[in-house]
Structure formats: structure tokens, C-alpha cells
T-cell receptor
Framework: AQSVTQLGSHVSVSEGALVLLRCNYSSSVPPYLFWYVQYPNQGLQLLLKYTSAATLVKGINGFEAEFKKSETSFHLTKPSAHMSDAAEYFCAVRIYSGAGSYQLTFGKGTKLSVIP | DAMVIQNPRYQVTQFGKPVTLSCSQTLNHNVMYWYQQKSSQAPKLLFHYYDKDFNNEADTPDNFQSRRPNTSFCFLDIRSPGLGDAAMYLC?????????????FGPGTRLTVL
């Protein structure tokens, strides 16, 4: 069964420091992977997605993620944290649920705090 | 702009009093999802519609029902809300023509049960 695991439920970084949020996947087939961001009392917004076209994926707000098959990882990075990056981040994998339907299975989320 | 809209954003109900949450979309997507998200947890899929076909997750309580009268609208009915049903409810859409299954989320409805 396909799944994702996010390491670290809470990450704190200083403003201007590197952001690294970890996600490992488990899949017997090439996965489609996603990172979503959720601000307080808001829905989920897509940051970026891996669709096998390129291993380094650039997303919105300066975020990027690198797909590493050998490490079964899809970690999210940003070179310099801004206060506005404080939010919860979810890694997700697309899974087939039958009858032509697909679902997303989410990791448990990582809450990012940015310290001034 | 094409979007997913949820109303109301905040809903307060009493224990056992039925409540309906609504979702509409202007993306013309044929798949619609309802998720429940409790505090500091990942979204949990309750059910989804693939066109008119309803797909219930095995562990979704019978207390939760859904209706999709047309492509644009989908409703979540909670027949007898309990305190444990207090959560954020997220609606999402996708197109079966999109092989990546990118899902577009609404802003959510936060349900409080008194």
C-alpha cells in the first residue's frame, strides 16, 4: 500500500534560515507526490507536485522539492524562511481507489514556526 | 477565478441537531471529495463522488451523508452531530481527466458542536 511519512510534527526555524521539511514515501509503483500548505483556518493550497517529469520540482512561494528514488524521499525546502511561511505542511501521495478513482493519502503534517 | 466555495465558513450546532454544510465549485470538475480534519491532524477522507457515483470510505460513520444534486454542488449532512464531530470539514475537487489527480480545496467549514 502506498503511504507517506512526515518526520517531525513541529519544525522551528529562524527568519532567513533554510527550511527543510521531510517526507518519505512507500510505493511499489512510481508515485505521484504532492506538498500542500495550510494556513490557520484555511483550506489546503498546493505548493508543488511530482509527476515524474523532473526530479527537482519548483513550486510557489520559493519552495522546491527533490524526488530521490534511492532514499524514497520527497523533502520540501526553501532557502530563506519568511514569517509568512509559518503554517502547516502536508505531504501526500496519490493512490488508486478503484473504478477509475484516485485519492490522496496525507502525511500527519508538519507545523512550521518561523522565529523573528 | 475558478474556485471551490464552502458555506458557511463557521457553523455552530447543538448536540444532536442536524446540520448541512455546502460546497460549490466553478472548476467544472467531475470528482468531489469531503474530508474531516480534526485539530493538528491530517485530513481524513469521508467520501467522494465520481460524477454521480457515490463512494463511501469504509470507516465513515453512518451519521454522515452526502448529496450531489448537480456537477457544481455537493452537500455534507450530519444527521445527529456529537461532540466528536467538531472539526474542520474540507471540500475538494479534481478532474478524472487529470492523470495526476491534483485536488483543489475550498477554505473549509469549521463546525462547533455545543
Amino acid at each position: 500500500a502506498q503511504s507517506v511519512t512526515q518526520l517531525g510534527s513541529h519544525v522551528s526555524v529562524s527568519e532567513g534560515a533554510l527550511v527543510l521539511l521531510r517526507c518519505n514515501y512507500s510505493s511499489s509503483v512510481p508515485p505521484y507526490l504532492f506538498w500542500y500548505v495550510q494556513y490557520p483556518n484555511q483550506g489546503l493550497q498546493l505548493l508543488l507536485k511530482y509527476t515524474s517529469a523532473a526530479t527537482l520540482v519548483k513550486g510557489i512561494n520559493g519552495f522546491e522539492a527533490e524526488f530521490k528514488k534511492s532514499e524514497t524521499s520527497f523533502h520540501l525546502t526553501k532557502p530563506s524562511a519568511h514569517m509568512s511561511d509559518a503554517a502547516e505542511y502536508f505531504c501526500a501521495v496519490r493512490i488508486y481507489s478503484g473504478a477509475g478513482s484516485y485519492q490522496l493519502t496525507f502525511g500527519k503534517g508538519t507545523k512550521l514556526s518561523v522565529i523573528p | 477565478d475558478a474556485m471551490v466555495i464552502q458555506n458557511p465558513r463557521y457553523q455552530v450546532t447543538q448536540f444532536g441537531k442536524p446540520v448541512t454544510l455546502s460546497c460549490s465549485q466553478t472548476l467544472n470538475h467531475n470528482v468531489m471529495y469531503w474530508y474531516q480534519q480534526k485539530s493538528s491532524q491530517a485530513p481524513k477522507l469521508l467520501f467522494h463522488y465520481y460524477d454521480k457515483d457515490f463512494n463511501n470510505e469504509a470507516d465513515t460513520p453512518d451519521n454522515f451523508q452526502s448529496r450531489r444534486p448537480n456537477t457544481s454542488f455537493c452537500f455534507l449532512d450530519i444527521r445527529s452531530p456529537g461532540l466528536g464531530d467538531a472539526a474542520m470539514y474540507l471540500c475538494a475537487t479534481s478532474s478524472s481527466g487529470d492523470s495526476y489527480n491534483e485536488q483543489f480545496f475550498g477554505p473549509g467549514t469549521r463546525l462547533t458542536v455545543l
